[in-house]
């Protein structure tokens, strides 16, 4: 029988470390909301807000990454956006761009007390480190293949600070992780907010900003229309929901004493990805239920029971965010399958076939990096990240990109397989598996791989992994749900 030591923590003691943090919270939010009060005075004062707010960021890493999740979303809507003096679009420099010296900052400061090195470098994740990093140089090198340098340059600045903040996140332990999740369902459920507002017809959005004359200031928080478009395009948004819908799942079962009120948060945030009428992102989520009550349902007979159940409760969640305008949503449906050069799917056959002429033109080396956006303007990309990472970065690309993906997924299985049925780390690896099938769907009608999500997953993925297997080192009993 194995001893171990067991440290006993008086009551008093964990109580009077509550109130201590919450003091200290208290005084900090007291300093924002003040400096957003004296903002109406002088506009100066928003800028000692933003300090106030990255200095604070800068000594409190929670914090910084509460800013972090909250921000992550911001892409196209909000943000700067670089363009010529004849105002033609190059790209957007997202928030989360903007923000990495600070976070940086926090999380060194953070991993002060052990050699980072050996937690980037784990043996788990050791080689998936080295297969995105080599996809990232990829990108740098397709630069000199692109007809316009400066937007080639610019994709590939976005995918080294990506790069970066997914090496940070793969070195997040089991209770970091717990604070992710719980920090994505608190935005989850502000974005659900800003959804229905969205969909009520109530605008929040304000004129772009010259800053210079190249960058300007976009503040296109929400307007009012059928589709939620919440700081970023509705695929976007739809992408983000859902990761926090699933993480306010996995919070539900992991977490016994508010499993309800988690859950009834899930709930919410999965009408909010129904609000953006993303036909892609609700397949993505149907299926990605199915996939994940099979597996949670198989050892104990609950299969056929459990999908019958997902699929009523994903009818509701449609019925429910179509606002019972059935009709409205059945014939988005059916316009789906409309191949028509108007129509969407239309227009996304006519750009896939456009990319294949040229991937045969390039020998296929593909258009560079950022090379598509040549194509037309009002469609920048692909819509499908296999394809744009193929048209953009060729063969040698679409390779990288193929092991990146297949490796990551060779790894949910084996982590699977190792670690005992419902334990903690083995349902956090479920569930955040349901979503990579959701992402994984959704993007061959959506997104490009420049997208910050297709960067912040897969970090949040490997450390749930890499903490998985060290723990199966431990022999980690199985803890049944209750």
């Not at 949670?296 to 699929?311: A, H, M, N, V």
């Not at 297949?406 to 397989?417: D, E, G, H, Y």
């Not at 903490?467 to 199966?472: Q, T």
Request: one cysteine or more; hydrophobic letters at 55%.
């Amino acid at each position: 029988m194995n001893m171990v030591d067991t440290i006993t923590v008086e009551p008093s003691t964990i109580n009077k470390e509550v109130e201590l943090r919450s003091l200290k919270y208290f005084i900090l939010l007291f300093g924002v909301f003040s400096l957003l009060a004296f903002s109406t005075v002088s506009s100066w004062f928003i800028v000692f807000l933003i300090l106030y707010i990255c200095l604070w960021a800068c000594v409190d890493f929670v914090f910084a990454l509460f800013i972090l999740l909250g921000i992550a979303i911001a892409q196209g809507k909000v943000g700067l956006l670089f363009h010529t003096g004849a105002n033609v679009i190059i790209d957007d420099i997202y928030l989360v761009e903007i923000f990495f010296p600070v976070f940086s900052i926090s999380f060194l400061l953070k991993s002060r007390k052990f050699f980072l090195g050996n937690k980037v470098w784990h043996k788990n994740v050791k080689e998936s480190i080295i297969l995105i990093f080599s996809f990232v140089i990829w990108t740098v090198i397709c630069v000199s293949f692109s007809e316009w340098k400066i937007r080639g340059l610019t994709q590939s600045v976005h995918t080294l600070f990506f790069f970066l903040y997914l090496a940070m996140f793969s070195t997040f332990s089991t209770k970091e992780l717990h604070r992710v999740m719980a920090i994505l369902l608190f935005w989850g459920v502000i974005l659900f907010i800003m959804a229905l507002l969205c969909i009520l017809g109530i605008p929040f959005e304000f004129e772009s900003v010259e800053l210079t004359r190249t960058l300007r200031l976009k503040l296109e928080f929400f307007g009012g229309g059928k589709r939620a478009s919440l700081l970023s395009p509705p695929a976007v948004t739809a992408v983000t929901l859902g990761l926090c819908a699933w993480s306010a799942y996995a919070l539900g079962i992991l977490r016994k004493k508010k499993r309800l009120l988690f859950l009834f948060f899930g709930f919410l945030i999965s009408i909010g990805i129904f609000y953006t009428r993303t036909r892609s992102e609700m397949v993505g989520f149907l299926f990605a239920g199915f996939a994940l009550v099979a597996i949670l349902g198989w050892p104990k007979g609950y299969t056929i029971r459990g999908l019958s159940l997902w699929f009523l409760y994903v009818l509701v969640v449609w019925v429910l965010a179509s606002g019972l305008n059935l009709s409205g949503a059945l014939k988005r449906i059916e316009t789906s399958t409309d191949i028509g050069e108007q129509a969407s799917l239309g227009i996304r056959l006519g750009l896939w076939k456009q990319g294949f002429i040229d991937i045969g033109q390039s020998y296929g080396m593909g258009k560079g990096t950022g090379g598509f956006f040549d194509y037309n303007d009002q469609w920048p990309h692909a819509h499908n990240v296999y394809f744009s990472v193929l048209f953009d970065l060729g063969i040698i690309g679409f390779f990288l990109w193929v092991l990146v993906y297949l490796n990551l997924w060779r790894l949910v299985i084996l982590s699977l397989k190792k670690l005992s049925y419902f334990t903690r780390e083995w349902l956090m690896i479920i569930f955040f598996a349901a979503f990579f099938i959701e992402l994984s769907l959704t993007s061959l009608l959506q997104h490009e791989y420049t997208h910050f999500m297709w960067w912040l997953f897969p970090g949040i993925l490997l450390a749930s992994i890499n903490n998985g297997l060290k723990m199966n080192e431990l022999s980690v009993e199985p803890i049944e749900s209750t």
